[in-house]
């Protein structure tokens, strides 16, 4: 796969209350031009990725939205949706554009801007990704999250500890991490305290409501220090939880996993770095399963022990840049975010929080609880 | 979610879904509600395994705290969804009770 990542840019997440969309997008793109170091008229496409400038901001065709932005008024442009995956899937889509042959040089952006509205606003808007019986239900991510968690806490034991472990490890990655919307280590107790959200989610559990962008440039042009994508990868699965063969995994990051291992000519074993898709503590545990770097049921009690935290792990490190958990989730952003972590810890410039030697990545996004699931696999 | 015609529409998958039992294979207590459903929370969501196959998810009405458990059996029910304006249609759909 001739795809090289020649640039890549992320902004700080978290509440910012005083920067648009269009800044965002601005201070991002052009951050990762500059990293690749070429001019605003080489982009000949731009993929967007985001999930709710309709039903929270009113606005939509975001491909010639922020065409007109970034002045890139020549190149097509497009808005990729998939829930929670809108971002994996619009790398997806621009890799594909440039394997394609049609272009050579590309931008992809990812982008949500979550906090100007209520909270309720938002969970509202969000269980569009769900399904009309779930919406019906009065159900909310957590509450489908909390479902699947239940499952797993029946079928193999998992408990609060062992998921509260998942958002220790985030945070304290995030605290490492200048652009993560949350800076201060937490404890085991701190998270079981925590007020209850969706039983037995608790607010500790819970990825935060978050504004951010993170853009890349791809192109069929290699660099000296360049990182490639060897694999991109989507597969889906029914949009509501009622309707799936099994509760106690994620289908289709399993078949997403195997499609791009394959692709990759690699195994799980192999991956140094990888940024699995936490939105929920459980999330994580059911990742590092399906995604084949654990045996069902082995997950938690590996994440407890530390076996996936920076200066703790003999290989695999998990969510380096705090994950969704504590580098933050703005939807459209965390699945291109989730490649740029993984682009300077390949190059060797992710800082305190660099994964000593680290030479193949994998991203693991997902859309809604589990209906799109998206991997990268990048290698140095 | 309140346009008439969805509604209209939304009905035959109701009466198809009504008056049969199964039993809770897991839920959750929704603390932080959507919009529409603020003035119902908190209130429990059940995953149910229908007796004959199939599963639903679904609010789950008419309940005491021993009835929160796996296993706990229960039958599909008619309930208003939420509460529309005051010029609004009813939605009306499917939740569950213990049996």
Known sequence: MNVSIIGAANTKFGELWDVSPRALAREVVFGALKDAGIEVRQ???????????????????????????????????????????????????????????????????????????????????????????????GCTFPGLYAILARMHMQEF??????????????????????????HRPITIEAVLKSHKVADPLKLLDCSPISDGA??????????????????????????????????????ATKEAALRAYKQAGIEAKDIDVAEAHDCFTIAEILALEDLGFYIKGSAARAIQAGEVT??????????????????????????????????????????????????????????????????????? | MLSPVKLWRNQKKVGEMLGRTGKIISWTTVRVPPADFSDQAPYPVALVELDGGGRITAQLVDWEDQNLKTGQKVANVVRRIIKPNTEGVIPYGIKVKPI
């Not at chain 1, 982009?43 to 007109?68: D, K, R, T, W």
């Not at chain 1, 801007?113 to 019906?136: F, I, N, W």
């Not at chain 1, 990182?227 to 597969?235: G, P, T």
């Open chain 1, 214 to 251: 993170s853009a890349l440039v791809l192109s069929v042009r290699r660099q000296a220090s360049g990182v490639k994508i060897v694999a991109s990868s989507v597969a889906t699965d029914t949009l509501g939880l009622d309707q799936r063969a099994s509760l106690t995994e994620l289908q």
């Open chain 1, 310 to 380: 920076l200066g703790k792990a003999k290989k695999l490190v998990v969510n380096s840049s705090g994950g969704l958990k504590g580098c933050g989730h703005p939807i459209g952003a965390t699945g291109v975010k989730q490649v740029v972590e993984l682009v300077a810890q390949l190059r060797g410039t992710a800082g305190a929080r660099q994964v000593a030697g680290a030479r193949m990545g994998l991203a693991h996004n997902v859309g809604g609880s589990g209906a799109t699931a998206v991997v990268h696999i990048l290698k140095r």
């Open chain 1, 157 to 182: 034991g998992t408990t609060e500890e062992d998921m509260a472990a998942v958002a220790v490890k985030n945070h304290y990655h995030a605290s490492l991490n200048p652009n993560a919307q949350f």
């Open chain 1, 43 to 137: 982009i000949q496409a731009l993929f967007v990725g985001n999930m709710l400038s309709g039903m929270l901001g009113g606005q939509e065709h975001l491909g010639a939205f922020f065409a007109e932005e970034l002045g890139f008024t020549n190149a097509a442009a497009f808005k990729i949706e998939g829930a929670c995956a809108s971002g994996g899937l619009a790398i997806h889509t621009a890799v594909n554009g440039i394997l394609s042959g049609q272009y050579e040089t590309v931008a992809v952006l990812g982008v949500e801007k979550m906090t100007d509205h209520k909270p309720e606003d938002v969970a509202t808007a969000l269980m569009g990704a769900g399904s009309s019986q779930e919406r019906a239900a």
